[in-house]
C-alpha cells in the first residue's frame, strides 16, 4: 500500500538522531522550560524570519494564546474559514471570541478576500488566515484589507512550515504565526507540539505567560493561563528533524510536481499551481473528483491511500451549527468539501511509487 504518511520509512540517521536527541534530554535530568526548548525556539524562529519563538503544546493552543495575547476575547470577532482542521475554529471559541465563517476559493481551497470583506462588523477584530494544504497566497492583498479594515492579521500555519510569499516565511506576515508540531505536520514531533511567532516583542512576553499559567515569575501570576508548554524531550525531537526539514520540503515539491505533470484526466482536476514554487510546501496534494467515493475505491484497489481534506466543513460540523457565517452561506466551501480528495504526497515516497499514483489516477 501507498500510505498517506509513512513514518517508519524515515531514514536511519534520522532515527538515530531522533534517538540521541531523546538520550540527551532523558540524561540531562530537566524536563520542562530548559535549554532544548531555548534551543529549538532560537532554530524556529530564525527560520520563521522573526525573532520571537515560544513552544507551547500543540497548534490549537498557539492559536489560542496568540488570539489572547492580542486582547481577543469575548465580544470580539474573527472571521475565518470553515475549510479546515476544526482546531483553528476551536480555538477561536477557546479564545472567548466568536468565529465568523468565510467562503473559499474554489481554485485553491483557500479563504476568498471578498468573501471576508461581506463577514466585516463594527466587531471584527481581526481574520485568522489558515495556509491550507501548505500554501501561502495573496499575503499583500490580505495585509491591504486587515489595514484598511483596522483589524489584526493571524496565519494558522499548521500546514505550512518553510512556506514563504516573496521570500517571506509564513507567520512572519501579521500580528502572529501558529504552528502545529503534529506527527504528520511537514516538521512533526513524536507526539503533540506547537509553536507561536511573532516579531512583537510585548505579544511574545504575555504569550509566554499564558503557556504557564499566565506566572509572571515563579508562582506570581498576572493572568489566568494555560498549561502549554512543548515538553524539553519534543524540542530536542523536533531540532534533530529540523535538520531533514529543507530537503524533505524539496521532495514534497518534486513529488507535486510530477503529479502536475502526469496527471491527466478529464475527471480529475488540479487545484491552482502556486504564484511561486517557495509559496507552496505542499502538506497535502488534493485533487476535485465528482465521483470522489468511486476514485477512493479505484485507487484504494490499486494500492493506494487517499484521504479526504475535508469531508465535512466546519459550519455543518454538529455543534457548529449556530456559527455566524458569510451573507448567502459557504456554497463553495460546501462544494469542495464533496470533490476533494488528498492523494499521498510525502517526502519518503520513491519516484516508482508517484509514478504508480498517477497511473493510478489515469486509468480512473
Ligand atoms: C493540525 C492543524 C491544527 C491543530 O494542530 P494541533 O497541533 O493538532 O492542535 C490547526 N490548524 C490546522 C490548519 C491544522 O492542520
Redesign the pocket.
Known sequence: MILMNDFKADPEDLKLAQIRAAERVIRSGWYILGNELKAFEERWAARCGTPHCLGV???????EIGLRASGIGPGDEVITTPM?????VL?VIRAGATPILADIDPATGLLDPESVRRCLTPRTKGVLL???YGQVRNMDAWKTLCAEAGIGLFE????AHLAAWKGRPAGSHGAWG?Y???P??NLGTLG???ALVTTDPELAAIASRLRNYGQSKRYYHSDLGLNSRLDEIHAAILSARLEWLDGYTARRRQVADAYRLGIRNAKVTLLAAPVEPGNHVY?LFPVLCDRREDLMAHLKARDVESLIHYPVPVHMQEPCRAIGRAPGGLPRAERHAQVCLSLPCHPQLSDEDVARVVEAVNAF
Open positions: 503544546g500543540n497548534g490549537m493552543d498557539a492559536i479546515t482542521a476544526f482546531a483553528s480555538a489558515v495556509h491550507l494558522d500555519c499548521a500546514q501558529a502545529s508540531f503534529y504528520t505536520k503533540d507540539g506547537g502538506h
